[in-house]
């Protein structure tokens, strides 16, 4: 298995991806700078948090159009698992490959705490070792993951169990308390808290393992 | 080629919070301002484009508004286009 975890120009949060995968779960990982067209031999997909293209115009908004993407989103066509954390879920919603849109945070503040989730798997691949209701702390770290979607969208969503992880006490004003959305077919999760900050018990806790250990297969 | 000026200006969708511009209309009333009844923050982009005719102008900055500069599940946009002068 290796994992290959996209790099575009400030990302910040890959050396931490690849600290969890290959350091805590011991699965080798291949860093895609955002011009890499070649994902032979990857069996999963990272896009990781930090600010891509500073963050210009949108978070994500640049970052959309690099070619690594272009490779991204035919691979997640075909079935491949794709996750997006944090800065990697606003890169998701800004391809369209997730609906909605993230946006600033409801209090203007900068967001950086541990916070509760309570997990409905459904189809998603990525929480297939999580309980349905069951709640987990994951750190949040963010100005921007506040997620906006129309209300019959939202609905939609919920009716198709695609809103898989959602905020016990909402700190940023996401409509539905949406903090993780999966795609319909299930391989594409995005989520705006850190699971790989959340791998080993030194960092204060470790109920982001059960996450990244799907990327493993 | 002729040159085309745009100002591209990309608002918030009215369903959208706008935490940004509720905290600047808070701060109109320190400065001594009232009556702000609403205050949205957007954006202005000013674009100059070569391109063979207007008509190609318009369609490439109707592309370049709707994919890239606005994003359409939170924003609108709207355009001017004139040929430089």
């Not at chain 1, 606003?90 to 945070?105: D, H, I, K, S």
Request: hydrophobic fraction near 40%.
């Amino acid at each position: 298995m290796t994992i290959g975890i996209v790099v575009f120009p400030g990302s910040n949060c890959d050396r931490d991806v690849r600290w969890a995968l290959e350091g805590c779960l011991g699965e080798p990982t291949r860093f895609l700078w955002h011009e890499e067209r070649d994902l032979t031999g990857l069996d999963a997909v990272v896009i990781p948090g930090g600010f891509s293209y500073g963050d210009y115009l949108r978070c994500g908004a640049i970052a959309r159009f690099a070619p690594v993407l272009q490779e991204v989103s035919a691979f997640a066509e075909r079935g491949g698992p794709v996750l997006g954390i944090c800065n990697g879920f606003q890169v998701l919603t800004e391809l369209g490959l997730l609906p909605g849109a993230l946006t600033r945070n409801r209090s203007l503040h900068f967001l950086c705490e541990t916070t509760r989730l309570r997990v409905e798997p459904g189809a998603c691949q990525w929480l297939q070792h999580y309980t349905s209701g069951e709640q987990i702390s994951l750190p949040i770290a963010h100005g921007e993951g506040r997620y906006q979607v129309d209300p019959d969208d939202l609905q939609q969503l919920a009716d198709r169990g695609q809103i898989v992880l959602r905020y016990v006490a909402n700190p940023n004003g996401s409509v539905g308390d949406v903090a993780g959305l999966s795609n319909q077919r299930g391989n594409v999760l995005g989520l705006m808290p850190h699971p790989e900050r959340a791998c080993d018990s030194a960092t204060g806790g470790i109920d982001g393992r059960r996450l990244l250990e799907l990327a493993c297969g | 080629m002729p040159l085309f000026h745009a100002r591209v200006q990309v608002t918030l969708r009215p369903s959208v919070l706008d935490p940004a511009g509720e905290a600047t209309r808070a701060a109109a009333a320190r400065l001594g301002v009232h009556g702000v009844q609403r205050l949205r923050i957007g954006k202005s982009v000013d674009v100059a484009l070569e391109a063979p005719d207007l008509a190609a102008a318009q369609a490439q900055l109707e592309l370049l508004s709707d994919r890239l500069l606005a994003n359409p599940v939170i924003e609108d946009w709207s355009l001017e286009l004139a040929e430089a002068a």
